[in-house]
């Protein structure tokens, strides 16, 4: 059993997503602890890139803010190591394919193993193109966590019959960043989900209040926050954690 399972072991799952270095390392550190300590069940962890075709404006800031502090990628494992010490929730990398292929995808895969990351999440991998990673990632024990959108239709059963660790659901179309409402019909697309396996989904994009988690927890197995984790982040910057800590106990206790 893979990992990244006992997060969905306990009820629904919360995940929030943090972008590694902004504003800086030291207070990622921090925010993960704060968010575990408050209750997420699994940590999605961003690795900045200046092309980040999935993101909406809040998290491109957050990750030019992490480039321009000097943040790489051997220093974001660096960061993973340090935070294994005690932090003992399965962790995710949400990245793109180009991080992983300029690193040299075997060496990227097997640190992934060495330090602690259990799944790899990559928004721009098509599902027709995942065999470029797919071996690595088996020979290594990462999950290649697998991306259903509403413009999935015919592809969601094919896409989810091979998803391991967990299903990152999109809720609506366009980029990330919090929408005041999701229109999206992600009962059905979920019901398909579970036709065909029982690795659990949770939903992503434009979640930002304790309702839209709690509404978007009762249709799947959880919620996945972050251009509203980012927002505190660029608000507070380094003070930032034990706000996102109220932040996520809010959620998490909406979710329950």
């Known amino acids: ?20 270095g902004d504003p800086d390392l030291e207070t990622t550190a921090a925010v993960v602890r704060a968010a575990v300590a408050n209750g997420a069940d699994l940590v999605e962890l961003g690795i900045p890139f200046s092309d980040p075709t999935a993101e909406g404006p809040v998290i491109q800031g957050a990750n030019i803010r992490a480039l321009a502090g000097g943040v790489t990628t051997d220093k974001v494992f ?3 190591r340090e935070l294994r010490t005690d ?3 399965p962790m995710v990398f949400m990245t793109y394919a180009n991080v992983v292929f ?6 990227f895969i097997s640190t992934c193993q060495e330090i602690g990351i259990d799944g790899l999440i990559l928004p721009d991998l098509p ?17 290649l966590i697998s991306l259903i959108a509403p413009t999935s239709e015919n592809r969601i059963s094919m896409i989810a019959k091979d998803a391991e660790g967990f299903i990152y659901v999109v809720s609506s179309l366009g980029v990330t960043g919090t929408r005041t409402e999701i229109k999206t019909d992600l009962a059905s697309i979920v019901s398909v989900i579970r036709e065909t396996t029982d690795v659990p989904c949770a939903i992503g994009f434009g979640i930002s209040t304790p309702e839209q988690a709690a509404k978007m927890a009762g249709i799947s197995d959880g919620a996945i926050v ?6 505190i982040l660029a608000k507070y910057g380094k003070e930032a954690p034990a706000y996102v800590g109220e932040y996520v106990k809010s959620m998490k206790d909406a979710i329950r």
């Open 87 to 89: 932090v003992k929730v």
């Open 102 to 107: 300029s690193y040299g995808a075997e060496a």
């Open 226 to 231: 972050g251009s509203a984790i980012i927002k």
């Open 1 to 20: 059993m893979s990992n990244i399972k006992s997060a969905f072991a306990n009820g629904k799952a919360f995940i929030p997503f943090i972008t590694c």
């Open 78 to 80: 660096d960061l993973v």
């Open 127 to 143: 599902y027709e193109e995942k065999e470029e990673f797919l071996p690595l990632c088996h020979k290594y024990d990462v999950d």
